[in-house]
């Protein structure tokens, strides 16, 4: 299936026009070398960011190259990875993945990662990289899951393995957005776990957890806070779009 998705994208790549998914001007391939050199330009990688949870430091937290909130309450994942800011070029494209269905536009945000982060994470020792799960019912719903789209087009260490079905999600009828990050956490809390024919697998592993959108970090650190609890040594986190502080 993958092999006929790619064979599909390569002919229509050309003998067809296509736009671009950051500013929509009709050129040959998914994301124009413009938009990449704007993203590669301005990305989060340029910026001075806490190694824990990638949010950019304020100047007192320079020395430790970790934020404050991460020094209070440490969260369960070791490193963040993330590519650009959430208001930056990608934002729009990634609302097209996820709202509108549109899954072509994951092969022009993995292309973005994959040009921008692969080689800088191409020593990154790790052994399984998960994305981030929907339930049931939401993958249901929106009929695919938009972190597995990224996760399985982007390109990683060959001894890294994917396990796209692993890591679970119960269904949560609430939405989290625009609530703080202390509700967040709560209601977070239980809502994830491993198939249970995955766990023996993880113990004494370094796992790397995949999402698109990294706001105030609740979802990803219920996940490491379980992986770590079945054994996993080391959590790192890869994410397209990270938000900026919440307070």
């Keep these: 299936m993958q092999f006929l998705e790619n064979l599909a994208q390569a002919i229509s ?61 440490s969260p369960f994942f070791d490193e963040t990875y993330c590519l650009d800011r959430y208001d930056g070029i990608l934002q729009e494209a990634l609302h097209q993945l996820k709202y509108q269905k549109r899954i072509v536009f994951a092969h022009g945000i993995a292309k973005a990662w994959n040009q921008i982060q692969a080689n800088r994470l191409d020593q990154c020792r790790a052994d399984y990289l998960l994305p981030v799960p929907l339930s049931d019912h939401k993958l249901l719903a929106r009929g695919f899951n938009q972190s597995w789209e990224l996760a399985r087009r982007i390109a990683c260490n060959q001894y890294v393995e994917k396990l796209p079905y692993a890591l679970k999600r119960h269904h949560h009828e609430d939405h989290q ?41 609740a979802t990803l650190n219920e996940i490491a806070r379980i992986l770590k609890a079945l054994g996993a040594i080391h959590v790192i986190n890869w994410v397209i779009l990270r938000t900026t502080r919440f307070t």
């Design 13 to 73: 790549a050309q003998i067809l026009p296509t736009a671009c998914i950051a500013c929509q001007k009709f050129q040959s391939d998914s994301i124009c070398t413009s938009c990449l050199v704007a993203l590669e330009s301005n990305s989060l990688i340029h910026y001075e960011c806490c190694y824990q949870c990638s949010i950019p430091l304020k100047t007192q937290e320079l020395v430790d190259r970790r934020c404050d909130n991460c020094k209070i309450r």
């Design 177 to 217: 957005a625009g609530n703080p990050l202390s509700a967040r956490q709560e209601a977070i809390r239980q809502m994830f776990y491993i198939d249970p024919q995955y766990a023996d697998r993880l113990a004494d592993k370094t796992v790397i957890v995949f999402d698109d959108v990294m706001t105030t970090g």
